[in-house]
Each structure stands twice: as C-alpha cells, then as structure tokens.
C-alpha cells in the first residue's frame, strides 16, 4: 500500500466514524427535545395491559394482577399520598352479583421528591406498576363466564406541572367454576342402642 | 460527487442543529401558549363574576386600573403550593402599587377544605371558587398552574404554564404595573392627538 493509498484509507476511516458520532448526534438532539416537548402540558393518560382470562373457583379468593403503565416523564400519587390534599391512586371495581371483591394490594409508593418541591417527599408511583385484587365468586355463582368492569382514578404530575384527575377504565374476564366436590363424610349414624 | 460526500456532514449539523431548533421553539410555544390558543397576549381578558371564598362575588373587570395576576390552582396541585408563598409576598410588596393577585381553586374539593388549604398557605388574597366554564374561557385550563398577567386595562400581557422561576414572574408582574389604565391612555391619546 503506498502512502496516498494509506492516507486516503486514514481520511475514509476517519469520515466514517464522524458520520456515525454525527448520526448519534442528531439522534440524541431529536430525542432529547421531543421528550421535553411531550412532557410539557399534555395530560398524560395511563394504560392497563390485557388481562389473561382468570379462572376463579366458587368460594375461594383469586388474586388478579392489573398492570399500568405512566408515560416516561410523568408520575401519579400513591395510594397513600403523604399529604391529605393530594389525591390517591384507587381502584374501584364494580363486580357481578355474588361476585365478592376481596382485598386490594397497592404497591408502595416510592419516596421521592421533584424541582417543584425539592425539600418534601411525595409518595408517587412511576413507570409500570401493578394493583392486585381478590375475586370470591360465592357458592351461589353459576360456572361460567364474567367480566368485571372497574375504573383506576389517578392524578398526574410532571415536573412543572399536574393535571386534573382521570379515570381509567378496567375490565377483565373471569372464568367461575365449581369448587373441587368435596368428600362425603359417612352420614352420622344413630348410634345403636342396647337395650 | 466527492463534494457533496465532503459537504454531508456539515449538512447534517445543519439539519441537526435545524431540527433541534425547531423542538425548541415548538416546545417553548406550547410553554406559553399552547393552551389558551384563542387567547394571545393583548387579548383582553375574559370577564368572569365568580364566589370567593368569603361567599362575596367578584367579577374581574370590576379590577380595571389594577395589575392583575389571575392564577388557576387547585388543592392537589404541588407546584401550585410552591407559588402561592411567592404570590403572598407580590400581594405584599406591589399591593400598594396596584397589584391585585386573584387565584381561581379549580378543584372538587369542599370550600372548606379549600379555605383550610388557602389559609394554611397564609393566602393574603382573594380565592375564587372556579366554575370549568370560566376555565374553559381561558383555554380548558388543562394543566395547573397556569396564571395569566393582565395590564391595568384589561388585556393579557402573560400566560405562565406549570411552575416558573418566582423572579420570571416578578418581570411579568412589574410589566403590568408598569401598564396604564383604559381611561388615562384615551386621556393621554387625547392630550397627545392634535386637534
């Protein structure tokens, strides 16, 4: 290889790795001023995934798992907000008669504070986070199908500002079936009596 | 051909830079104006007759020849929390000069708890109790705080979205003070126009 040959080769190299630190460039300018202007006054709505159908034995309790989602730059309450004017994150279900809504697991909030309020902690949930609840068909229930209807009411903030409360709703489908037969004891015999 | 090969990468500073421009722009519109749309600044500010929370009713343009801050907030609101002390300290300092700071709770809660919250922040102005209509005359008021900085007569000068530096918000209010009432302006027109 001669001189102007390796020289040409050192340009081209050289050229090349600009171009790609250029493109790493611009991709980083565009994000990073695309996420500052959605973050920016636009209320943010949160999304639940599809639940898997749910199959619930007659008379016990079946936990079921709601996962949300926040958009990246945006965070709601907990469920136990640290202050009393702050509003919290609650489900409310609204099940099938004989359907009884067992207890409902919020996640902790984690702790955290903002540019707007530097020196107080807020309790906030960020990202994904999941609510559990028990479903307790009752002994009454018919086997089959039923969907459960809900609504997530949440109050988001971002960093500069907070948007008014929303709702979100829920639904998923639960299979009812029968509980396992239970084991017949032998009927209670009179006892014999000798006389 | 190599030309433009050699150009590219300063073409693409160019775009990066272009594109990133624009974001910026775009993001520091919505900042100040991305809500209220139909409301520019030299709009003359809607009028509105609303109930305080001492049960009086106020209409705004009864606050004609004073410098107004209109600041829609609401009890959940967290950097609404952190603006009210500054806003009690303009009502202090520029109060003597014409200074007239107005919020408007744009929240479910009770007055009470609306009362108890205002009085907690040592609110020293008047709170209105906010109706969605006079909301919706300023643009939906989508996103708390939002203040908007009206001149002595009338008109617009700022709207302030989410959570502002407090010295950004002593420039806007020292502009309006710094404005004429309707009246003394057709007087000087007067004065000025030859007959």
Redesign the interface.
């Known amino acids: 290889m001669t001189a102007d040959q390796m020289k040409t080769e050192i340009l081209k190299t050289a ?1 090349m790795k ?2 790609g630190f ?2 790493l ?2 991709i980083f ?2 994000a ?3 996420s ?2 959605q973050t ?2 636009k ?1 943010p709505t949160l999304t639940v995934a599809a639940v898997p159908l749910v199959t619930a034995q007659r008379t016990r309790q079946t936990m079921v798992s709601l996962n949300f989602r926040i958009p990246a730059g945006y965070h709601i309450n907990s469920n136990t907000p640290k202050s009393e ?3 919290p994150t609650a489900l409310k279900m609204d099940l099938p008669t004989d359907i009884i809504l067992g207890k409902i697991e919020y996640p902790a909030g984690e702790d955290a504070s ?4 530097p020196d ?1 902690k ?1 309790s906030v949930y960020s990202g994904d986070f999941s609510i559990a609840l028990g479903v307790h068909p009752l002994k009454s229930v018919v086997p089959g199908k039923y969907v459960m209807h809900g609504v997530l009411r949440y ?1 988001a ?2 960093n ?6 929303k709702t979100l709703p829920v639904s998923f489908e639960v299979k009812v079936v029968r509980e396992p037969a239970e084991h017949k004891a032998n009927p209670a015999q009179s006892p014999h009596v000798h006389n | 051909m190599e030309n433009s090969v050699k150009r590219s990468p300063l073409v693409l500073v160019i775009v990066a830079f272009v594109v990133a421009l624009m974001l910026y722009v775009g993001y520091h519109k919505a900042r100040g104006a991305g809500f209220a749309s139909h409301l520019t600044t030299s709009s003359i500010a809607p009028d509105f007759t609303l109930e305080s929370l001492d049960g009086r009713s106020m209409r705004l343009s009864d606050l004609r020849g004073k410098a107004v801050l209109l600041n829609f907030w609401a009890t959940w609101c967290g950097p609404c929390k952190i603006e009210m002390p500054w806003f009690v300290d303009f009502q202090k300092q520029y109060g003597s000069q014409g200074l007239q700071i107005v919020g408007v709770a744009m929240d479910d809660a009770s007055k009470a708890d609306i009362a108890k919250f205002a009085k907690d922040m040592g609110v020293n102005y008047p709170i209105l109790i906010g109706k969605e209509s006079v909301g919706d005359q300023y643009g939906g008021v989508p996103a708390l705080p939002e203040s908007f900085v009206i001149s002595r007569d009338g008109k617009i000068i700022d709207k302030i979205i989410g959570l502002r530096g407090k010295a950004e918000i002593e420039e806007s209010i020292k502009k309006a003070l710094d404005t004429q009432p309707a009246s003394s302006q057709a007087s000087a027109s007067t004065k000025v126009a030859p007959e």
């Open positions: 050229g600009l171009h250029l493109a460039f611009i300018l565009t990073a001023s695309v500052s202007a920016l006054g209320a004017f702050l509003i903002f540019p707007f309020s107080e807020l109050q903030c971002d500069a500002a907070c948007y008014p409360p």
